[in-house]
Nanobody, 116 residues
Framework: QVQIVESGGGLVQPGGSLRLSCTTSGFTFSTYAMAWYRQAPGKGRELIAY????????YYADSVKNRSTISRVNAENTVYLEMNNLKPEDTAVYLC?????????WGKGTQVTVSS
């Protein structure tokens, strides 16, 4: 049974930082690419960061580039997203996705609210 669980969200002040975690089980994590998406209220789902199975390819959306770091520890079946200099427009539900060819698995997300 595949499980993907995001954690680390919460209320953060503008300019603050956080580290999101995505822990997984039920599939061979080291063979799957992983990504972080976010969905703000009333908006579509946005891909913000991607990391290939062996971390050789990394991508960031312009909206988070230069203030975010995606990483993974295959031995722990976990992917992380660190974000700095958070802005109110970063407020969203952050979701983790795993995919390999036609297989795609999603977590339920963790809420991040950036507000003073």
């Amino acid at each position: 049974q595949v499980q993907i669980v995001e954690s680390g969200g919460g209320l953060v002040q503008p300019g603050g930082s956080l580290r999101l975690s995505c822990t997984t089980s039920g599939f061979t994590f080291s063979t799957y690419a992983m990504a972080w998406y976010r969905q703000a209220p009333g908006k579509g789902r946005e891909l913000i960061a991607y990391i290939s199975d062996q971390s050789k390819t990394i991508y960031y959306a312009d909206s988070v580039k230069n203030r975010s770091t995606i990483s993974r520890v295959n031995a722990e079946n976990t992917v992380y997203l660190e974000m700095n200099n958070l802005k109110p427009e970063d407020t969203a539900v952050y979701l983790c996705k795993a995919w390999l060819r036609d297989n795609e698995y999603w977590g339920k997300g963790t809420q991040v609210t950036v507000s003073s």
